[in-house]
């Protein structure tokens, strides 16, 4: 694996990833658990399955959640509810083959179940199908989904089409309706202003005035086990704000890799040092496009 710095100034393509731990479902994502009395006992048997199911995968007990909802659908075969939380057991248990199984079965059910075509949205991003990705967001998003995240995703996929305007207008809309105890919201703070920053340095990057900064490391970036075990290698496209004393103060990710390689990426991005960009003689700060590479050996 090795750090090459891209001396290239334009014609680069930006994506920011969202780390998949982000997709968060609303209180509407499963319909209220039936009382006993109230239905025939078959389907208040499969709700009651989907309750314990629901409350073991928000207790982050994903092997408890996948059996009861495993029960329910014996018992319910044609559940978009079940098959949408086994869909989402298996994505925390980076299982995303069978999470795309039962998320494309949660909306053959029930075509306009917003929640699952949010679902796939992610998955079809985590897959870098980025076009079937957008479609799936805006089929969620058209069907009601306001979550922050779906904003987030958004952004996301603006930058990838190198709209970075969009994107930012996205982050700012993320900001608006994220709830104010929501750990991830200083993250998305920085990221926001970071990404406003970089478009308004864009006049700067030719400007004949600045001498660039010089990078003098080569920080190795750290596998994954989950990535080493499914073969991911790659390259991560990023800028990095290199400030007057020639360190990393802010790294945006332009694409993507999954299994946990972009938080990598951006461990070693911050990791790189550099003799600082100067202007007129006085160190200055900088933005510089960076490549992170993995490669199994």
């Known amino acids: 694996m090795t750090m090459k710095e891209k001396n290239r100034t334009s014609g680069f393509r ?10 968060l479902l609303s209180a509407n994502a499963f319909p209220a658990v039936a009382r006993p009395g109230t239905r025939a006992q078959q389907e208040d048997t499969a709700d009651n399955h989907m309750r314990r199911g629901r409350e073991a995968f928000e207790a982050n007990n994903f092997g408890v959640a996948k059996q009861e909802a495993q029960r329910a659908l014996k018992l319910k075969k044609d559940s978009p509810e079940a098959n949408l939380l086994l869909a989402l057991t ?4 980076s299982k995303s083959k069978d999470s795309l199984k039962y998320a494309k079965q949660a909306i053959a059910y029930r075509q306009d179940y917003a929640d699952a075509h949010y679902l796939l949205a992610f998955l079809y991003f985590d897959r870098n199908e980025m076009t079937t990705a957008s479609a799936e967001l805006g089929l969620a998003m058209s069907q009601g989904v306001k979550y922050a995240n779906a904003y987030v995703l958004m952004g996301t996929l603006e930058l990838l089409a190198g709209r970075n305007k969009n994107a930012l207008d996205a982050y700012q809309l993320a900001l608006k309706v994220m709830p104010q105890n ?8 920085a990221r926001a202003l970071a990404l406003e920053n970089y478009i308004e340095f864009g006049n700067n990057r030719n400007n004949l005035s600045y001498q660039k900064p010089v990078l003098l490391n080569f920080p190795m970036p750290r596998y994954t086990e989950t990535a080493r075990r499914n073969g991911v290698q790659g390259k991560v496209r990023a800028a990095v704000l290199i400030n ?3 360190a990393v103060s ?9 299994d946990g390689l972009d938080d990598q990426s951006i461990v070693a991005a911050k990791q790189l040092k550099f003799e600082p960009a100067t202007r007129d003689g006085k160190p200055v700060p900088f933005w510089q496009k960076v490549e992170v590479e993995f490669h199994l050996r």
């Open 244 to 246: 007057e004393q020639g």
């Open 250 to 258: 802010s790294v945006i990710l332009f694409s993507h890799l999954p």
């Open 14 to 23: 930006l994506a920011v990833v969202m780390f998949w731990s982000l997709v």
């Open 182 to 189: 929501d750990p991830f919201l200083p993250t998305l703070r």
């Open 90 to 93: 298996y994505r925390k248990q």
